[in-house]
């Protein structure tokens, strides 16, 4: 199934305006604004505000929705998330929320698995998923004339899911392969893992969100039946409706069908918080590869901290695209990498920030992990310039918009915010606390998170070489 990171991320034309110094407007001059595909961005002294019509109310059950009409097509996206992800999980069960994920196409009470295919297709409607640490969501595209179908479809499976043990045994060995694939035959994919498991001790981000091999081995109905019937209710869902539709009348159809549904009591959720690291760690494996790479990882801030949006432009500054620090360093100049990047990534209630090179075949890490923390001392230590900060502000704001063009990408926007920050609004500040940044707030949060106790560093290596890296 399609994973989704939790960063959702302009249109061409507000991009231009903004390199060229469009929007650089003086109290004295009107302000600027752009409407395009439903989105209006607004340019204002020292502001820029992004925003589109939403209707937001919860049902009586605690079912959150979120509509926002958008007739430019006759098509609608419908997203149905629901509040679980790994991190709900626990040591033994590891990956349940992906396997249910998998489950929930294997048909309920009133469609099953291939009545469920075969009504997509013939109704021209494309659907798919996604599980994350923090949360599971589900997906169509629709022509709005299928509106009520597909909710009539979604409620099936969100109140009467069958679970029969025999569609799970086919499915697990699906989820097995895809462990497969994705991840054990994926030396990158590996190194990935090992970082969250090297980074967190404690907290439940450290294991797999597909899981481990032994678990998807274990699993059974009675153990997914539980997870569903707890996590799979009105009052932890968001429902979020994107396109060509009345609201008024669409209101009034969600209560028809979502309305009977029970309110369930939801457990007290308790996640254990990482202690600080205190120590330098490190984890190598050693794999069928034709070169060595490695990852130097620090703990974030969680999603919505005010250091989120500094520690994302210097990841931009670092580590993104060809004309980035890292990359002219040790691709360009001196030819020891075949790749370099950073990223920051941001969860519910943690976050990462890394950096990472792929190096040249035949040498050691050694001397690009060097230019590696070289390039994180000067970033630390000495302000970037205004046009490099100006230059990363343009690509993350881009980024950010650029998916708000589609149906599907508003809907996503919307449900994700929804669910990691408390409230779709914060979709509508974030522009503007991007733009805020100033070059001492990025020395301050690299300063703050980047310590050389509070570092892990991950080493993959080709099976042949025998050097330990130390």
Known sequence: MLRLSVR???LSIVLNLLACGAWATSPSEPDLSVKLNNIKIEQKVDSLKITLPVTKFVLKNGLTVLLSEDHSVPMLSYHTWYRV?????????????????????????????????????????????????????????LPSS???????????????????????????????????????????????????????????????????????NNYNTEKLRFFYNTFY???????????DFETNKVKIMIEKYYGSLSYKPMPRRKYLKEPSQGKFENAS???????????????GPEQGHPDMYALDLAANILGSGTSSRMHKNL???????TSAYAFSYSLKNDGIFALGANVNPGLGIQ???AQVYQELGKIKNTK??????????????????????????????????EIVSGSYSSLFSDLDKYEMVTAEDITRVLKKYIKPDQRALIVLEPKENKKVVK
């Open 8 to 10: 959702i991320t302009s």
């Open 85 to 141: 992800g790994s991190r709900d999980e626990a040591p033994g069960v590891t990956g349940a929320a992906h396997m249910l994920e998998h489950m929930m196409f294997k048909g309920a009470k009133k469609y099953d698995g291939k009545s469920f295919d075969r009504i997509f297709h013939e109704n021209g409607i494309t659907n798919n998923a996604f599980t994350t640490y923090d949360y599971t969501g589900f997906f169509e595209s």
């Open 146 to 216: 299928k509106l009520e179908l597909v909710m009539d479809m979604e409620v099936d499976r969100m109140s009467s899911l069958a679970l029969r043990p025999e569609d799970l045994k086919s499915e697990r060995e699906v989820v097995k392969e895809e462990r497969r694939w994705r991840v054990d035959d994926n030396p990158m994919e590996l190194s990935r893992e090992l970082m969250m498991n090297t980074l967190f001790k404690v907290s439940s981000y450290r294991w797999p969100v597909i899981g481990e091999m032994a678990d998807i």
């Open 233 to 243: 209710v009105p009052n932890n869902a968001v429902l979020v409706i994107v396109g």
């Open 285 to 299: 494996l050693k794999k069928e590869v034709q070169n060595s790479s490695f990852i130097l990882a620090y703990k």
């Open 331 to 337: 691709v360009y100049d001196k030819q020891l990498a």
């Open 367 to 369: 001397s690009s992990l």
């Open 384 to 417: 970037v310039s205004v046009s490099e900060l100006q230059k990363a502000k343009t690509q993350v704001i881009k980024e950010f918009v650029d998916n708000l063009k589609t149906s599907d990408g508003k809907a996503r926007a919307l449900a994700v915010n």
